[in-house]
């Protein structure tokens, strides 16, 4: 896991953590030669681990467009139609000494100089917003952020960052460039086309243990958007095994075994979601009492593959009279003895099992948690091992009991579940699904 604490000094800025670590931002009424800057405190548990970034932007406020903004040609008028995105620029730097602060003389710094198309005077907030997963500490050369290739388990490192509304000044090049100040300039000369305007977004990090994985770049992170269009066609019980070898992802109503892409809805939000900025929300009626998003692309998967596994769930608090745990779950069909295609029913992870449900916010949950994780059996009784089903056995346990535990090799479903069956009127929503076996982590990024 990776906190985070921003520490930013500056002028017109409001930096903030929401529950899942990330970094919203909100810049607003900034004015040409404005700046600031400060600090991302990260760490990482248990493991040694690479550590990438990305901003995403979720609004550019026009908010009003003054005198100075009409007269530099400012001719978009939307509520959301702002400019500044195209004038604050950012420079990372590592925070060697862990002072908060920026040292020129002893702390490098990455202001574009390392961007081929890019000049010395910063990465505009839209080009940071455009670049994705960024290097924060990889193997990429040259490590231009924390200047280190892994970040080593509990151990505390700052990640810089610095803006200014215009251009950065600096002196000297390459890996010697030090910013010096911000000059309130853009090189178009179009600056005050921004005076009112605000960029609104999040800064997000994401650790990927080093172990098994020895020469990964953030820029190898994968995510793959998965939009309504993108999903399996509907299909009925009858013909349900047409899908199994299918690699998309569907909506599924577990009660009658079909697909069906009308239980859900793609939506933007609820803010702020984990990955991207929209999420698949399904709301239970008395029929349609488990809905799910789904696949059968991870048939056959063996379970000690898998190095890293998550999700992310939103619960409306207390919608159809829900508790305060409720949450979507995630289970798939599972083969324990590597060597059988005969049905033997599902491994289920709960958030009520382990750390619990937060309501009314997005829920990053690790079913794996380095082999902590419980999980339950839909089955009545564990098999050979003994013991009821609905007695968790943490992920580690589950791989010595079942060494060669798989996922189902045909029709090896596997989703994020909302209703255990119901409650009616329940509203749950899913933003994603995340896989690593052995190389980086794909994230299946639910989209509107
Ligand atoms: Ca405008
Ligand atoms: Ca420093
Ligand atoms: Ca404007
Ligand atoms: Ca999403």
Not at 309 to 332: D, K, P, Q, V, W
Request: charged share 15%; aromatic share 10%; glycine share 12%.
């Amino acid at each position: 896991m990776i906190s985070q604490v921003p520490t930013y000094g500056g002028q017109h800025s409001d930096w903030s953590i929401n529950n899942n670590g990330r970094a919203l931002y909100n810049f607003t009424d900034l004015k040409p030669g404005d700046q600031g800057g400060g600090t991302f405190d990260l760490k990482v548990t248990s493991n040694d681990a690479y550590v990438c970034a990305k901003s995403t932007i979720t609004g550019t406020p026009e908010n009003d467009r003054n005198y100075p903004e009409l007269n530099a040609g400012d001719v978009t008028t939307g509520a959301n139609d702002g400019e500044l995105q195209n004038y604050l620029k950012f420079a990372t730097y590592a925070d060697l000494n862990n002072n908060g602060v920026y040292d020129p003389a002893t702390e490098p710094v990455n202001v574009g100089q390392y961007i081929s198309s890019h000049d010395s005077k910063g990465i505009t907030a839209a080009d940071l917003g455009a670049a994705g997963w960024v290097s924060v500490a990889d193997t990429t050369t040259p490590n231009t952020w924390l200047t280190m290739g892994t970040l080593p388990a509990n151990q505390q490192k700052d990640a810089g960052l610095l803006y200014c509304f215009g251009n950065f000044t600096t002196t000297g090049s390459g890996a010697g460039t030090q910013v010096t100040g911000c000059d309130g300039t853009d090189t178009t000369g179009l600056q005050n086309q921004a005076q009112t305007d605000g960029v609104v977004g999040s800064i997000q990090f994401y650790a990927v243990q080093t172990r098994n994985n020895p020469n990964f770049k953030c820029s190898d992170l994968q995510v793959v958007k998965v939009q309504a269009n993108d999903l399996y066609p509907n299909t009925s019980n009858a013909n349900l095994a047409s899908a199994f070898s299918s690699k998309k992802w569907f909506m599924y109503n577990d009660t009658s075994d079909e697909i069906d892409n009308s239980l859900g809805v793609f939506v933007a939000g609820p803010p702020t979601p984990i990955h991207g900025t929209g999420s698949v929300q399904f709301t239970l009626d008395s029929t349609h009492t488990r809905k799910a998003m789904a696949t059968y692309q991870f048939s056959g998967t063996s379970l000690a593959s898998i190095t890293q596994m998550s999700y992310g769930a939103y619960s409306h608090n207390g919608s159809g009279g829900a508790g305060s745990n409720e949450s979507g779950y995630l289970n798939f069909n599972v083969d324990f003895t590597g060597s059988s295609g005969a049905w033997q029913q599902r491994l289920v992870y709960v958030p009520s099992n382990n750390s619990g449900a937060p309501q009314n916010t997005w829920n990053n949950n690790d079913v794996i948690q380095g082999g902590a994780a419980k999980w339950v059996y839909s089955g009545a009784t564990w098999p050979t091992v003994g013991g009821a089903g609905t007695t968790p056995k943490t992920w580690a346990q589950i791989k010595i009991d079942y060494p060669n535990a798989r996922l189902l090799p045909s029709g090896g479903w596997l989703g994020v579940k909302v209703g255990e069956p119901g409650p009616d009127g329940y509203i749950g929503n899913v933003d994603f699904f995340s896989i690593a076996t052995g190389g980086a982590p794909t994230v299946y990024d639910f989209e509107n």
